[in-house]
């Protein structure tokens, strides 16, 4: 069988290269833990510890930014090929609705009891997952630049307009504001921080009936629009990497954007010193006098699958809590993420993350239908930023749009 | 050749596009009959690090048995076909009754999601499958006219819009184009318009949807030529040439002829390959300004929630549409089939 | 073609010269941008602030002391161990180029050497197939091969690709079969060979230049796959493609878009050998065997 030498050979050098962490006692004993998920730093590190435990019959992590689409058919077998997928809120919903994890309150009665409550994501009363990171939009501004101005950060999308009016005035910048703007996810993800930020809810309650097509929608889509003339013309192209390279790049004074990129912009790589240094973060703006942000919270956590043995569910359980535990920060892993894990201490540049969290901002709505209604978005809103349909028109295609979705999906009739 | 050679022969190729086409195929067409169970939503409090909020869920056990009963999901027919996001029936029967002109009435027919794809896919393919081919024929006729040893080096160069990955090709003259990158420039400078910006403006971006299109599928196109004129057979030119003929009736009566069939080849494979334009459109960030069909598929599986059966109808159009594209060439072929 | 008799007039000399001229610009031209950007750093690159840095290494000479410098190569082929992608690339392209070739000859010459309607409705259906827009066709696999503890491997990848590549490599390698004369095959036949012998003494011998040309285009389509194996391969097993775009970062966290840079300019040198190295296999597969439509 020389072809399977062949190929065993690739699969050999393959696992040989892997970095592996200290192995730990986390008093499993046999059980297999495989893991899926995105392929950040930070659930690396998760990953690389939770594998490290002693004891475990195997241990498996595939981290690949496709995660998505490869995390519930590779639940959905019985055996469950991954026994558990790290997720955000977003993309839990996906695996709650097709029912492939299972919940986690007796496998906590018996070995979780010291993880913090904070951590544990509830719905309907039995705990899905467990959180250990965080992560929120929030404003990033150039401190010399309105310093020169003589303005203050910004607090609201108003005070952002003035500011942006005033530094296009003077001259300094013609394009002051950036922002993940590029038509599909980006900009949807745009248009639910400013619409929750206006007080606007998606549905009509209890139910899945879309209702966005009101005030606070049309007062929405004017505020993006009014932000997006002081953008670069070519904004709806910018997604978060193309934003960060103008801002490295000194084109933009102010921007709304992830925490979990600003460590980057605020480093000595890929800008001058005037940028770097001058770089700071704020809290997430408020719109229109609201008192809540316009912005959501994130997390990301792990699920345990529901189609495996109940001793692979307890290793994987306990493997995971220790990928999460207190032992795993150190020097290198305490700057990869805001975590939700004693003993971290934040950098200055988590700060808008913590002021959001501190804010009261609205997490990001895990709701069994709203991937679709953030799909809807997506496709539509570009629109109306190019000026080509009303305000209204828009959100009604929205509407249409998510509702011929949902019906297919069998969330209305 | 006898029917029993011929299965045995085929065997080995017509199993593996059973196994890995044909039955996923059927699937494909088979999902796209059918929508998703009811869900039932019950209203909820979810817990998290940020505090509680009320939301709906799906009331698993509720709907688990209807899912035990049928697995496919609910039986619709022609519905998801019908539906907005798709050929739109009603719609497009409203837009029709409401529309002033036959310009009104399409500019309306943009709004829905599978017109717009529908738009962009056949201007694309219109455009770029004659392009394609004309100048993969130039570009064959002057490689094939440079000296012996050259030729090697000038097929790799040819090849490598086709070599150098589209996701980061992509990325590169996407910011080649970029308004202050290096093609940019230049076309600023060319059209002395100081806020010529081709990312911002629809038409020039379908534009370079296009050119990128041409760019990148000319050298398919060139090495098929470029393959059937070392085969143009030199005593019929020389013929030719006794019997006076000049040079460019020795092209069109003489090398023209020789390569149609190639051309019927290429135009088969390019009016396939540009109906399923998709990388492209990903690739320089172009939603909000070209939609396709293959773009309209690959965003209802990458949502947070993938919609399979949209997915399925939006496949099963395109092949319909493939298909009708290449009846022409098909017919054609069926005539000559056999004689050749 | 070019014979000495057919001498051509200056005017038309200058025409092919110029078209030849604009044309390698224009394709080989980004090729060149991005070998030269490779050695700077992301800022210069895709230099926001003036497209002339990318030029003279502004910030690259900032950030490391020199307007050159390997960062990008070393990122991408030590720290993320690029070669291992390298290596499954190989080995998927290898195999499914041979796999293609050796299903589609069979099938290809069968259909061009049988005269029955069947054969015609055959390559028809093969064609309708590749009409199917790939991504759905994973989205079909994914849930049967889990089922069947067959995801994430190399030979699943390879296999599909074969599938995929089929009706193409059938279209083309048929039309190369007619081109071949009958009486040959059929002359062995009357001589006592069976049909399987006819094609393996007589028919192999004189195929292979078709069947170069056709195992060009299954390389490149390989090499060059990203909707299948980014979905269908493990982690471990990634080939190039996948990797280099998990080199892009997601919409929460940066990327390494340099080392994505280095590993694509990188990896383009091999592939300039191997044409050199088949060059004159090429021309003349290109040269023996027309294809017909």
């Known amino acids: 069988m020389k072809l399977k030498n062949i190929l065993m050979a690739g699969s050999f050098l393959a696992a040989a290269g892997a970095t592996t962490a200290m192995a730990a006692d986390c008093g499993i004993d046999g059980g297999r833990l495989s893991i899926i998920g995105n392929e950040f730093p930070a659930i690396q590190t998760v990953a690389r510890n939770a594998q490290a435990c002693e004891g475990l ?15 519930l058919p590779g639940m959905q077998g019985n055996p469950a090929e991954y ?13 709650i609705n097709e029912d492939v994890i299972r919940p986690l309150d007796d ?29 929120a939009q929030h404003l990033v501004y150039r401190a010399d630049i309105l310093e020169q101005i003589g303005a203050e950060p910004p607090k609201t999308y108003e005070e952002m307009l003035a500011a942006a009016e005033t530094i296009r005035s003077e001259g300094i910048l013609e394009y002051p504001l950036g922002g993940a703007y590029a038509a599909g996810w980006n900009l949807a993800q745009e248009f639910v921080n400013m619409y929750l930020g206006h007080g606007g809810s998606f549905y009509e309650p209890g139910t899945a009936q879309v209702s966005i097509n009101n005030e606070a929608g049309v007062a929405t889509l004017e505020m993006l629009k009014a932000l997006s003339e002081y953008m ?45 240094e001058n770089t700071a973060v704020a809290g997430p703006m408020t719109v229109a006098g609201a008192g809540t942000p316009a912005s959501t919270l994130w997390w990301d956590g792990w699920t345990v699958a529901k189609n495996i043995s109940d001793e692979d569910a307890e290793a994987t359980f306990k493997a995971m809590k220790h990928g999460i535990s207190p032992a795993i920060l150190n020097d290198e892993t305490m700057g990869q993420a805001v975590w939700m894990i004693e003993g971290y201490t934040p950098a200055p540049v988590n700060e808008g993350v913590f002021s959001a969290i501190s804010m009261g901002t609205t997490p990001y709505p895990m709701l069994p239908h709203h991937g679709l209604l953030h799909t809807a978005l997506g496709d539509n809103i570009a629109d109306f930023l190019q000026g080509d349909e009303s305000a209204e028109q828009t959100l009604s295609d929205i509407e249409a749009a998510y509702t011929a979705a949902a019906r297919e999906k069998g969330f209305v009739n | 050749m006898k029917h029993n050679a011929f299965f045995w022969f085929v065997l080995p190729s017509a199993t593996a596009m059973m196994l890995f086409i044909f039955f996923p195929i059927v699937s494909v067409v088979i999902q796209s009959f059918h929508v998703a169970h009811e ?49 739109a029936v009603n719609e497009f029967a409203q837009t029709w009754q409401q529309s002033e002109g036959i310009g009104d009435f399409v500019v309306r027919l943009m709004n829905l ?41 000038l097929i790799f160069f040819t090849l490598l819009p086709n070599i150098v990955t589209p996701l980061i090709g992509g990325l590169i003259l996407f910011w080649m184009v970029d308004a202050r990158g290096v093609i940019g420039t230049a076309l600023r400078y060319l059209a002395d318009d100081p806020s010529l910006s081709v990312k911002a403006d629809t038409g020039l971006m379908w534009i370079m949807l296009m050119v990128y299109g041409v760019w990148s599928s000319a050298p398919f196109a060139f090495i098929v030529y470029y393959a059937g004129l070392q085969t143009v057979s030199t005593d019929t030119l020389e013929a030719a040439r006794i019997d006076g003929a000049s040079r460019w009736q020795q092209i069109r009566h003489v090398v023209i002829p020789h390569l149609l069939p190639l051309t019927t080849f290429i135009a088969l494979i390019q009016l396939m390959d540009n109906f399923r334009v998709f990388e492209p459109i990903i690739s320089f960030n172009a939603q909000a300004h070209a939609t396709s069909l293959s773009w309209a598929i690959y965003n209802d599986l990458s949502g947070e929630t993938q919609q399979l059966s949209s997915a399925a109808a939006t496949s099963v159009l395109t092949v319909i549409g493939v298909a009708i594209l290449l009846s022409p060439v098909l017919v054609r072929t069926y005539r000559s089939y056999g004689k050749a | 073609m070019a014979s000495k008799a057919q001498k051509r007039p200056l ?21 060149f941008w991005t070998l030269w950007g490779s050695f700077k750093v992301e800022a210069d690159f895709f230099s926001l602030n003036n497209w002339t840095n990318a030029l003279t290494g502004r910030m690259t000479e900032i950030e490391t002391g020199d307007t050159f410098t390997t960062q990008g190569y070393y990122g991408a082929w030590v720290q993320e161990e690029f070669w291992r992608a390298a290596w499954n690339s190989t080995l998927v392209c290898l195999f499914v180029v041979s796999i293609s070739l050796t299903f589609g000859t069979l099938g290809g010459y069968a259909l061009a050497r049988s005269t029955y309607r069947y054969a015609f409705w055959f390559l028809l259906i093969a064609l309708i197939f590749r009409a199917m827009p790939p991504i759905t066709l994973v989205s079909g696999y994914l849930p049967v091969f889990f089922d069947w503890n067959i995801w994430g491997y190399l030979p699943t990848a390879i296999i599909v690709l074969v599938a995929i590549n089929q009706p193409f490599t059938l279209w083309m390698l048929h039309s190369f079969f007619k081109n071949i004369p009958q009486d040959l095959d059929e002359s062995a036949m009357v001589d006592g060979c069976t049909r399987f012998q006819a094609f393996r003494y007589v028919i ?28 269908i391969l493990d982690k471990q097993n990634q080939t190039m493609v996948p990797k280099i775009a998990s080199f892009l970062g997601t919409t929460q966290t940066k990327g390494n878009v340099m080392f994505a840079v280095a590993a694509v300019v990188s990896t383009t040198a091999p592939l300039f050998l191997l044409i050199m190295f088949f060059q004159r296999q090429i021309v003349s597969g290109l040269t023996a065997g027309a294809v017909k439509g």
């Not at chain 1, 019959?57 to 995390?71: F, V, Y």
């Not at chain 1, 980057?264 to 770097?276: F, N």
């Not at chain 2, 599978?114 to 004659?130: D, E, I, N, S, W």
């Open chain 1, 57 to 71: 019959s195997d241990a498996e992590a595939n981290l690949t930014a496709d995660h998505q689409t490869i995390n």
């Open chain 1, 232 to 276: 670069n013309p070519d904004f709806l192209t910018h997604d978060s990497n193309a934003t960060s390279a103008e801002w490295e790049a000194g084109n933009v004074a102010l921007m709304n954007m992830w925490g979990s990129r600003t460590g980057v912009l605020m480093d000595a790589e890929g800008s001058e010193p005037q940028v770097y």
């Open chain 3, 11 to 31: 005017a038309l000399q200058i025409v092919l010269f110029v078209t030849l001229v604009v044309w390698m610009i224009a394709a080989a031209f980004p090729f």
């Open chain 1, 83 to 95: 026994t558990t997928a790290i997720v955000a809120n977003s993309s839990i919903v996906a695996l």
């Open chain 1, 107 to 135: 496998l906590i009665a018996a070995h979780g009891q010291d993880i913090p409550t904070q951590q544990l994501i509830t719905i309907n009363g039995q705990v899905m997952a467990v959180a250990f990171m965080a992560n």
């Open chain 2, 113 to 153: 999601p599978f017109y717009k794809a529908l738009g962009f896919t056949l201007t694309y393919v219109a455009v770029v499958t004659p392009l394609t081919i004309l100048f993969g024929f130039i570009i064959a006729v002057a490689v094939n006219s440079a000296a012996r040893s050259l030729r090697g080096p």
């Open chain 3, 204 to 231: 192999i011998p004189v195929m292979w230049p078709g069947v170069i040309t056709t195992g060009l285009f299954s390389f490149l389509l390989a090499y060059n796959d990203f909707a299948v194996t980014a979905m």
């Open chain 2, 39 to 87: 869900q039932v939503i019950i209203e909820v409090e979810n817990c998290g690090p940020f505090g509680c909020t009320t939301a709906t869920a799906i009331d698993q056990e509720a709907t688990a048995a209807l899912r035990e009963e049928q697995p496919l999901g609910r039986f619709a027919g022609l519905e998801i076909y019908k539906d907005r996001n798709h050929l």
